[in-house]
């Protein structure tokens, strides 16, 4: 199966397996977020907003990111996630060549980035650098599965374009998986995430409530979220 990748402002996919939604949201002109799914992937990065050209950040790290996976799935070892990362963090580095942005971190492109590959078992390893964040619906209860690398006040302390810090690394087994940018986690709570994640609705259908539902209670932020039964 072809790998798909997608930044548009209102983009409603599926691969029939796993499913991807976004919503440009009220506040925002431009969507700066990014995906992609491919056979026995999900791939979510949201360019940082702060920086210059987070659109072209995002889009470039979901690049580095699935061909790399597209070579190395399913993967088990550590060494095998952090290439993940290690190539969407050189696709963003070609960016920084290119276009000359200075010496300091703050005038670079950066972006978050956190996918999930299939451990080939019936579960999914996932790891992620930055704010967007991956949960894990069972049995009716719904986890958050990654920890935000952030300070106090918001400002992201881990990301791709500045660093080179290793990814976070979990693993999860059946049930339902959402990747989401912090447009999502922003507007909706746990408790409406949950309720949505829940229904009997396909994984098409949940994604897309789950981005219109945050651009309704406020689209602050874009908003760009994977679901995937496992």
Do not use: C
């Not at 440009?24 to 026995?40: L, M, N, T």
């Not at 791939?43 to 470039?60: I, Y």
């Not at 690394?169 to 829940?198: H, Y």
């Amino acid at each position: 199966m072809d790998t798909q990748r997608f930044q548009a402002n209102n983009e409603v996919s599926t691969d029939g397996v796993k499913a991807i939604a976004m919503q440009v949201g009220k506040k925002r002109e431009e969507q700066q977020d990014a995906v992609a799914f491919g056979e026995g992937f999900l791939v979510v990065a949201d360019g940082m907003g702060g920086q210059p050209d987070g659109a072209d950040a995002s889009w470039n790290a979901v690049i580095g990111a699935t061909m790399a996976l597209e070579r190395l799935t399913p993967l088990s070892k550590r060494q095998e996630i952090n290439g993940v990362a290690d190539a969407a963090r050189k696709q963003v580095a070609f960016m920084h060549e290119r276009r000359r942005y200075g010496r300091y971190l703050w005038n670079w492109p950066a972006t978050t980035l956190v996918f999930a590959v299939s451990d080939g078992e019936g579960g999914a390893v996932v790891a992620n650098l930055g704010d967007s964040r991956a949960y894990h619906l069972i049995d009716g209860t719904l986890r958050q599965v990654t920890s935000d690398h952030e300070n106090w006040d918001g400002s992201i302390t881990k990301a791709v374009g500045f660093g080179d810090d290793l990814p976070d690394l979990f693993n999860v087994f059946g049930g339902r998986l959402l990747l989401a940018t912090d447009g999502l986690w922003l507007e909706l709570t746990d408790e409406q995430i949950t309720l949505i994640m829940s229904s009997a609705d396909s994984d098409l259908e949940v994604a897309d409530k789950l981005a219109r539902d945050a651009s309704d209670a406020g689209g602050r932020d874009n908003i760009s979220v994977g679901v995937w039964t496992l």
